[in-house]
C-alpha cells in the first residue's frame, strides 16, 4: 500500500527519481490512526520498526533519573519517528502524539531491504538524518547557553519554518499546537516561565496570539534576539562522484524538481 506521506526531506538533495520516492512511499503498512496523547512507542519497546508521519504534531521524549520528563525532539507531517533506536536494541524513546496524528508503520527489514538495493535511497536518508541532526545540536545550545527569552523566540522561529515548509503555516502565522508544559518541556523551563516569555515577545511586538494562532510581526528582529544561525540545505553532491550526479527530470505531485 502507498502512503501519502510528505517527501520534501526526501527531495531536498535532488538526488532521487519519481520511482525511488515511490518505493519509500510504499515501505509503510496501512495508516494508523493516534489519538491525542496515544503511545505510539514507548522508551524501552523491542518494537524494531520506525513509522512515518502523516499528519499531526509527536513528541519524541526521555525519563531522568528523577523521574521527570524531557521532551527531546518535536516531529512534524513528514518526519520518520524512532530512526534513531535503529541501532539500539530497543527504543531510546517514548514517542507520543501531540495532536490526533496519523502514522504508518515500516518494518526495519524493508528500510534495509530498500537501502541495501538503492545507494541513492541510503544517501538521501543519511543526509536527512544529518539535517535533524543539526536542528537538535542547535536547540541543546541554545538551551545550554541562550536566554529563557531567546530559547522561546527560536522555537517559534523554528516550528514557523517547518510548517511553511511543508505547507501549514501562512502569512498569518500558524497554530501552535503545544501547551505551555509541552514548550517547557521542550526548552527546560517552567511552564510560567514559557508563559512569561511569550508575553514579553508581544510586548517587544515581535509576536502575535490569538489563541493557538501565532503570528510573527517581526521576523528578522525575533532572529536577531534568538541568535539563530542561517543555515541551508547543500544541494550539491558532487562528492558522491559521477555515478551518482543529479540529472533533471519533471517535477512530481507538487514537490518541486527532482534531479537525477
Given at each position: 500500500m502507498t502512503t501519502n506521506f510528505p517527501t520534501y526531506r526526501l527531495t531536498a538533495t535532488s538526488l532521487l527519481t519519481p520511482a525511488d520516492v515511490a518505493r519509500i512511499q510504499a515501505l509503510g503498512e496501512p495508516p494508523q490512526r493516534i489519538a491525542r496523547y496515544g503511545v505510539i512507542r514507548s522508551e524501552g519497546s523491542s518494537d524494531r520498526s520506525v513509522y512515518f508521519l502523516l499528519e499531526g504534531w509527536v513528541a519524541a521524549s526521555m525519563l531522568l533519573w528523577d523521574g521527570e520528563r524531557q521532551i527531546v525532539k518535536l516531529h512534524l507531517p513528514g518526519d520518520m519517528l524512532g530512526s534513531t533506536s535503529m541501532c539500539f536494541d530497543s527504543a531510546v524513546d517514548t514517542v507520543t502524539a501531540l495532536t490526533p496524528a496519523v502514522v504508518s508503520r515500516i518494518p526495519l527489514e524493508r528500510i534495509g531491504a530498500l537501502m541495501m538495493t538503492s545507494p541513492a535511497i541510503?544517501?538521501?536518508?543519511?543526509?536527512?538524518?544529518?539535517?535533524?541532526?543539526?536542528?537538535?545540536?542547535?536547540?541543546?545550545?541554545?538551551?545550554?547557553?541562550?536566554?529563557?527569552?531567546?530559547?522561546?523566540?527560536?522555537?517559534?522561529?523554528?516550528?514557523?519554518?517547518?510548517?511553511?515548509?511543508?505547507?501549514?503555516?501562512?502569512?498569518?502565522?500558524?497554530?501552535?499546537?503545544?501547551?505551555?508544559?509541552?514548550?517547557?518541556?521542550?526548552?527546560?523551563?517552567?511552564?510560567?516561565?514559557?508563559?512569561?516569555?511569550?508575553?514579553?515577545?508581544?510586548?517587544?511586538?515581535?509576536?502575535?496570539?490569538?489563541?493557538?494562532?501565532?503570528?510573527?510581526?517581526?521576523?528578522?528582529?525575533?532572529?536577531?534576539?534568538?541568535?539563530?544561525?542561517?543555515?541551508?540545505?547543500?544541494?550539491?553532491?558532487?562528492?558522491l562522484g559521477r555515478d551518482m550526479q543529479p540529472v533533471a527530470i519533471p517535477p512530481v505531485n507538487g514537490d518541486g524538481p527532482l534531479r537525477r
Open positions: 541510503a544517501v538521501t536518508m543519511l543526509l536527512a538524518a544529518q539535517e535533524e541532526r543539526t536542528v537538535l545540536m542547535d536547540r541543546l545550545a541554545a538551551v545550554g547557553r541562550a536566554s529563557a527569552l531567546a530559547r522561546v523566540a527560536a522555537l517559534l522561529i523554528e516550528l514557523s519554518d517547518r510548517l511553511h515548509r511543508i505547507g501549514h503555516g501562512d502569512d498569518d502565522g500558524f497554530d501552535l499546537a503545544l501547551t505551555q508544559e509541552q514548550i517547557g518541556d521542550l526548552l527546560a523551563l517552567t511552564p510560567v516561565h514559557v508563559n512569561r516569555m511569550l508575553r514579553q515577545l508581544q510586548e517587544l511586538g515581535l509576536v502575535a496570539r490569538r489563541g493557538r494562532r501565532v503570528r510573527l510581526i517581526d521576523p528578522s528582529a525575533l532572529r536577531r534576539l534568538a541568535a539563530v544561525r542561517p543555515r541551508t540545505v547543500s544541494t550539491d553532491v558532487s562528492w
